[in-house]
């Protein structure tokens, strides 16, 4: 039985990565002095490291003007990343990036058909509500009954530290949730929680393999057929119907979690 939905933010719920923490990134770069900016290829070259603040430092080692203490580096490192942290809750509130296509749909079918929904990220708490804010209006948090974010799970993904806190909260076996990403660290951070995941590409994303998804799709309202072993008929848009359907096909949900991991 689907008991959850366990989503991703960045690149699942919205396009931030592209159009939000990117941006964000060069702003905070201008205001505190620094000569760096991050166009759409190098940023996409980037996320292969998890998280902004490990992000910034990673790129710090291929440039010869960075401090070369590596207590500056990461004193830097950490002002950067607090002035982006505020420059994309600012840009989110006011340029309103919105939520992928058929994410509003999928939510409400949740909230109608007592599926509980949960949000598993390690970006932080304040980026988070900035964007459900914008979208969902000020009281987003009713939709969602476990969030867990980078306060309360700061081992990055590909670790599925954030998942197994989800399942936590949620009180829910890993067998009885669907995960929904975007991302290579996203899909192996739910499979090593023994989550069965549906991959729904963002920007970054578009020609990876994805090995071990449940499913994969261009987004959540595509009409085209879903990419899925367990159910090669399948067809979007993806609904909780669907997802029910690839989830039975799966077989039994103990088996398919020590599979899964």
């Not at 923490?21 to 759409?40: I, K, Q, S």
């Not at 549906?198 to 449940?214: E, I």
């Not at 090669?232 to 029910?244: C, N, Q, T, Y």
């Amino acid at each position: 039985m689907l008991r959850a939905l366990i989503w991703d933010v960045d690149g699942t719920l919205a396009e931030t990565e592209r159009d939000g923490h990117r941006v964000a990134f060069n702003d905070a770069f201008e205001a505190c002095g620094v000569p760096w900016r991050w166009d759409a290829d190098t940023y996409g070259r980037l996320l292969q490291v998890a998280g902004g603040y490990e992000r910034i430092l990673h790129d710090m080692a291929s440039r010869p003007e960075a401090p070369a203490s590596p207590r500056t580096r990461e004193a830097l490192a950490r002002e950067l990343h607090q002035r982006k942290n505020a420059l994309y809750e600012a840009h989110v509130a006011a340029a309103g990036i919105g939520l992928r296509p058929g994410v509003r749909e999928l939510l409400d079918e949740c909230a109608s058909q007592g599926v509980r929904a949960a949000i598993a990220t390690t970006t932080g708490r304040g980026n988070v509500n900035a964007l459900l804010r914008a979208n969902l209006g000020e009281h987003w948090g009713w939709r969602f009954q476990a969030v867990v974010c980078a306060e309360d799970a700061p081992r990055k993904k590909p670790d599925p530290q954030a998942y197994l806190a989800a399942l936590r909260q949620l009180r829910c076996e890993a067998g009885e949730a669907i995960a929904l990403e975007d991302s290579p660290n996203g899909l192996a951070a739910a499979l090593a929680a023994g989550i069965a995941t549906v991959v729904t590409r963002s920007a970054y994303f578009q020609h990876c393999a994805f090995d071990g998804a449940l499913a994969v799709c261009d987004d959540l309202a595509s009409t085209a057929p879903l990419r899925s072993d367990a159910v090669p008929s399948a067809h979007g848009p993806v609904s909780l119907a669907s997802l029910r359907r690839l989830l039975a096909a799966t077989g039994d949900p103990a088996a398919r979690a020590v599979r899964l991991r």
